[in-house]
């Protein structure tokens, strides 16, 4: 895993310049080596300029260093990520009388792009963000994994005379390193998405005029930045396959691909949390290794988030060498500084990934496998067994006028807002009316369940004039894009497709890409994976997701040789005593930040609301959970710390 940047512009000083900013920002996802590469100019005095930051996972030699330049088709590549399916890659090539002096992915990679064009970009089995340059035909090709595992953000230059027409980079700081953009300005959109769902969704992103390029899909360039051709090469089909997958051959497919994910030259770990995603993967990967696996498990002195005792038990049934990191409330105030400024854009989710990164590489590793994707992939979630519910309830009163129906709702949890409080309950109950009246539109009620505010309060919170409200808290191409992905889908599949593009690939995906980065560590997530995603979608939904919230097939064949009563306990998501936190070592820094409307305006929030709902959580007001504020007080300090305002 690496950084990668690039412009299309004028080969001169300026950019040669900018390219170098963007290199530099990023010298935490690369700290092994950096390159830069430029093209031959034409007739304008125009190319591409190439920047890579190298974090050396495979073929630790300068045979691996980029930006790479094929010996065979003159092709050039800056290249983030890992292909796992290059030894069969290498093969087919070979079998074509191709030669290759370098052992890792990358030349392979490369080397396919070069002989048989974007058409490669499909044969790539990984997670991947790439530049190609064709120097006979002068085009750029730009492409990203089918899942998202990897960012790639793209920003087009609305100045005809500004000497560069595309620029693209690994994280969003880094184009705003590069000081092309002038003086970057916060989108309203992000600020709608933000207070919706916690964290920006794309296409957008919180900078305008920066893009998150869309997982799955290639875009190849000419000379100038010209699009010349834009493809899907992967998506999810809008209906499930038939279901011909059986348990047996998913499981020598889930056992294949970790065995993939487990290749590298440097040291490699697996994240641990004692849940069933993270243990599995630990399992399978302690019997496909010659040597004892080591995992690590994130500690906490509050014994009710305090996983480590089971994880500990589970690490010694599968026989890893384990660690364990206690994370005090005090390291953690001591360290957040540099926890915020791993962010690349403004979310409530990350640092967990982040504090247990920073361990995990200090202690020598440089790769780590995670449990990530086993609750999208096999309903582990509320959402599975709760929609579907309230889909079935909504399709048979519809005999009942709709304006009725929402204001039984209403009456129905009309106790909640005599709350007596500051800000009524911001909870699931509380949002019922909503719900009840958005019917049986289930991607409106998935993001109603998720939404950290009500509909009312978020209009409160975002700032008049500047932001609106999202429809269903989404960007219209995102929202445009799920349905569809999901029209022919049953509930329960419709619902995985919502979690995988949305919580997993929005939130989850890219903290962690950002969280784990900034400590030089490579994440790896066997879980999402286009081979393994298509398998399990040819399941049939009753194999898949019953008994719901048991992950009962990933538990058959990812726990094999365990006791099933080490996973015979409540499900806990894995996080941070972050409440009680708030209210002690970081609340004087939130409440300096919260209380300060000369924080607040300049980032399209409303100070008086948002001061509003800091106080109604301080004063322990019913159903105002600690990520109401935080995700607030973390938009504010993101825009802040990066110099992003409306």
């Not at 500051?422 to 009316?433: E, G």
């Not at 109603?448 to 932001?467: D, I, N, T």
């Not at 159903?623 to 409306?646: A, T």
Request: one cysteine or more; a neutral charge; glycine letters at 10%.
């Amino acid at each position: 895993m690496c950084g990668i940047a690039g412009i299309i512009g004028r080969l001169d000083e300026p950019n040669r310049a900018a390219l170098k900013r963007m290199n530099d920002a990023m010298l935490h996802r690369g700290p092994d080596a950096g390159g830069m590469w430029f093209s031959t100019p034409d007739d304008r005095g125009w190319g591409a300029l190439l920047g890579h930051r190298r974090l050396a996972i495979l073929d630790l030699s300068e045979a691996g260093a980029q930006p790479m330049i094929d010996p065979v088709t003159e092709h050039v590549i800056t290249f983030n990520g890992e292909i796992y399916n290059f030894p069969e890659l290498r093969q087919r090539l070979v079998a074509e009388g191709q030669e290759f002096n370098s052992t890792g992915d990358t030349a392979i990679m490369l080397r396919a792009l070069g002989l048989h064009g974007p058409a490669a970009v499909s044969w790539l089995r990984g997670m991947f963000a790439f530049a190609s340059w064709d120097p006979k035909r002068r085009r750029l090709l730009l492409a990203r994994d089918p899942l998202g595992i990897k960012p790639l953000y793209l920003a087009r230059s609305t100045n005809p005379d500004g000497g560069w027409s595309i620029a693209f980079a690994s994280e969003l700081r880094a184009l705003l390193a590069s000081g092309l953009l002038g003086t970057p300005r916060l989108d309203p959109q992000a600020v709608a998405s933000g207070v919706w769902n916690g964290f920006v969704a794309g296409p957008g992103t919180a900078v305008k005029g920066i893009d998150l390029f869309w997982p799955g899909s290639f875009l190849e360039l000419d000379g100038a930045g010209k699009e010349v051709r834009k493809e899907e090469f992967w998506r999810i089909p809008d209906r499930a396959p038939d279901p011909t997958m059986g348990e047996e051959d998913l499981a020598a497919i889930l056992e294949e691909g970790l065995r993939l994910h487990l290749a590298s030259d440097v040291p490699l770990a697996v994240f641990l949390s004692g849940g069933v995603d993270s243990s599995a993967m630990a399992n399978l990967a302690q019997r496909a290794a010659q040597n004892p696996v080591h995992t690590f498990t994130l500690a906490f002195e509050e014994q009710e988030f305090n996983e480590a005792p089971i994880a500990r038990q589970i690490a010694a049934a599968i026989g890893t060498q384990h660690h364990e990191v206690v994370l005090t409330e005090g390291h953690f105030v001591g360290k957040l500084e540099a926890a915020l400024d791993s962010l690349d854009q403004p979310t409530f989710d990350g640092l967990n990934a982040y504090y247990m990164s920073h361990a995990i590489r200090a202690a020598g590793f440089t790769v780590a496998l995670s449990g990530t994707g086993g609750d999208e992939l096999f309903g582990g979630y509320t959402s599975y067994r709760d929609l579907p519910v309230l889909q079935r309830w909504s399709r048979r009163a519809a005999w009942i006028p709709r304006s009725l129906q929402v204001a039984v709702a209403t009456l129905a949890t009309r106790g909640l807002r005599r709350s007596g409080g500051t800000v009524q309950p911001q909870t699931r109950w509380a949002k019922l009316p909503a719900m009840v009246g958005r019917g049986d539109d289930l991607l409106a009620l998935y993001q109603l369940a998720y939404a950290l505010f009500l509909p009312g309060f978020q209009q409160e919170l975002l700032a008049r004039g500047f932001a609106e409200a999202l429809a269903d808290g989404l960007p219209p191409a995102m929202r445009r894009r799920i349905v569809a992905e999901t029209r022919h889908r049953t509930p329960l599949s419709a619902i995985s497709v919502m979690e995988q593009r949305l919580f997993l690939g929005e939130r989850l995906l890219r903290d962690n890409d950002a969280a784990s980065m900034a400590s030089s560590l490579e994440q790896r997530v066997p879980l999402v994976d286009q081979v393994l995603f298509e398998s399990i979608d040819r399941l049939p939904d009753r194999a898949r997701y019953r008994p719901l919230g048991r992950k009962a097939m990933l538990r058959r064949i990812g726990l094999r040789g365990l006791d099933p009563a080490l996973f015979e306990r409540p499900k806990s998501g894995f996080v941070l005593p972050f409440d009680r936190w708030i209210r002690r070592g970081l609340k004087d820094a939130m409440d300096q930040t919260l209380r300060d409307p000369q924080a607040i305006a300049p980032v399209g929030l409303d100070p008086v609301a948002v001061e509003r709902l800091w106080r109604a959580f301080l004063e322990g007001a019913p159903g105002m959970y600690w990520s109401r504020v935080w995700s607030l007080y973390v938009f504010i300090q993101w825009c802040h710390r990066n110099r992003v305002f409306r």
